[in-house]
């Protein structure tokens, strides 16, 4: 059986994206797939060679537009401003695209370079904006985890109406990264 006529890989991407963002992350199947683009599912296997595929793509997708959203909203800020502009960018990504913020934390394997290289570029940008800091490599790459976690959590509890205290939410983001810079900054001071 022939592709169908306006159907392409894009067109599967498009339409696993818009899945994840309407009906999650675990709702991006072979048959959720296929109804969106209105063809059945064995006739999917035209156009990918499966659900892993499409993941697979879909997971990058997620993280090349969430480096550009990043990018995008920092600009050439630097330093503590670069930060907690990474920190607003983060959230908005993950409030207005939240399948496609999931599809970005997966930790790609070997097996999937374009995978591993989108989210080195992504940890690259992060590392750029500490570059101000007198970091070991590792002190670093620590600080990324860290501050990939704080505000991770930030954005799980609160998609997830965790966050029942009456204490503004941009407030108590804003208290906990300063929190981090101050770390941060305390390093600096002793290596200084």
Avoid at 20 to 33: C, K, M, R
């Amino acid at each position: 059986m022939s592709p169908r006529i306006g159907i392409d890989g894009t067109a599967v991407l498009m339409a696993a994206v818009d899945v994840a963002n309407t009906e999650g992350l675990e709702a991006v199947t072979i048959t959720s797939v296929a109804k969106k683009l209105g063809i059945r599912p064995p006739s999917l296997y035209n156009h990918v060679n499966g659900l892993d595929q499409i993941r697979v793509e879909l997971a990058k997708y997620a993280l090349d537009r969430l480096y550009e959203h990043i990018s995008a909203a920092v600009g050439e800020r630097e330093g503590e401003a670069a930060i907690r502009g990474f920190a607003e960018a983060y959230l908005e990504f993950a409030h207005a695209y939240p399948g496609l913020y999931d599809a970005a934390q997966a930790a790609p394997g070997p097996e999937h370079p374009s995978l591993q290289e989108a989210g080195k570029q992504l940890v690259d940008l992060i590392l750029r904006y500490l570059g101000s800091y007198p970091l070991t490599e590792e002190q670093a790459l620590h600080a990324v985890r860290g501050l990939r976690s704080l505000i991770h959590g930030f954005a799980s509890l609160e998609r997830r109406g965790a966050f029942g205290l009456p204490l503004g939410l941009k407030d108590s983001l804003q208290f906990n990264l300063g929190l981090f810079l101050g770390g941060l900054n305390q390093i600096a001071q002793t290596r200084g």
